[in-house]
């Protein structure tokens, strides 16, 4: 691996690898000079291919979604061995930041009970929606997003976007859901115990709609997790890499990462690594 290693270099020179890695230059142009091995053209090909799911995942993904990508491409390689060849490529995923609290609970508006009581599986579309609000920064100010997801397949079916974390902002986002996925009476509704979502016109939403509203114990964050965690990879996969210029400019990433990467690309576990989209659509066919 240290030779393969030294031959994908272009930035260091032979006898500088060769003194770091403790290795002869006699031997890494002998090797270079020998035919390749049927396990060193395999590991070639794979790696190839794990760029190319890596690419097209964002570099948010890891051997489990590697795993299982190549497996619908009829190879059958261990976590172990997909690994070793990430690192040899260089391919990390990025890192996650702590979950910071954005909604503000203290306040003497209505809460309903926590019925959802982290069940956060659901057995046919709107059944069970979750949403949640955060925070990205633009050179302009603060851009505040609300989603709404549906546990079924944990697509984002409704989403909104504003210079402030208002009523409104909750309410279109709940109501771009609703005209975009149409829910029978008694879809459950489960955020956290922000003042956006106990407030009368929310609530009066919910009643209008027949949906029965559902919310977090007062500081616990997990009640929520689901919704917590799209968030966590929104940060993580595109705007904690990003320095906005203008709030526009925000919104239209995110846009895309949503709608074209997150619900129509984005490996999911949850879906035995399937995309929000195709989830649901393998389902309608089952």
């Known amino acids: 691996m240290k030779y393969a290693w030294m031959k994908a270099q272009i930035e260091f020179t032979v006898t500088a690898m060769c003194l770091i890695l403790g290795v002869s230059k006699t031997g890494y142009y002998a090797w270079c000079s020998r035919s390749k091995t049927e ?12 760029k190319e799911i890596f690419g097209q995942q964002r570099n948010g993904c890891g051997t489990r979604t590697i795993k299982k990508a190549l497996g619908r491409k009829d190879y059958q390689v261990s976590r172990r061995r997909i ?36 069940e956060f599986t659901a057995t046919k579309p709107n059944q069970k929606w979750v949403g949640d609000i955060t925070y990205i920064w633009t050179a302009e100010g603060w851009l505040y997003l609300a989603t709404v997801i549906d546990l079924y397949s944990r697509k984002v079916v409704g989403w909104s976007m504003n210079r402030r974390m208002t009523q409104e902002l909750v309410n279109q986002a709940l109501l771009s859901a609703i005209w975009a996925r149409k829910p029978a009476k008694g879809l459950l509704w489960h955020t956290d115990r922000g003042s956006q979502y106990a407030s009368n016109s929310h609530r009066d939403l919910l009643k209008e709609h027949h949906i029965e509203q559902s ?3 007062k500081g616990n964050c997990w009640d929520n997790a689901v919704a917590e965690s799209f968030f966590h990879t929104l940060k993580t996969g595109l705007t ?16 895309d990462y949503i709608e074209v990467f997150y619900n129509r690309q984005r490996l999911h576990s949850t879906n035995d690594y399937w995309s929000p989209v195709d989830y649901e659509a393998m389902q309608k066919v089952v």
């Open 39 to 50: 396990r060193e053209k395999e590991n070639e090909l794979l790696s190839e291919l794990i």
């Open 83 to 118: 690994g070793r060849l990430m690192r040899a490529e260089g391919l990390f995923c990025k890192t996650k930041k702590k979950f910071k609290a954005t909604t503000n609970s203290k306040h003497d508006k209505p809460i309903a009970p926590n019925t959802l009581n982290r």
């Open 215 to 217: 919310m977090s114990r």
């Open 240 to 255: 904690n890499h990003k320095q906005y210029k203008t709030r526009d400019e925000a919104v239209d990433d995110i846009f």
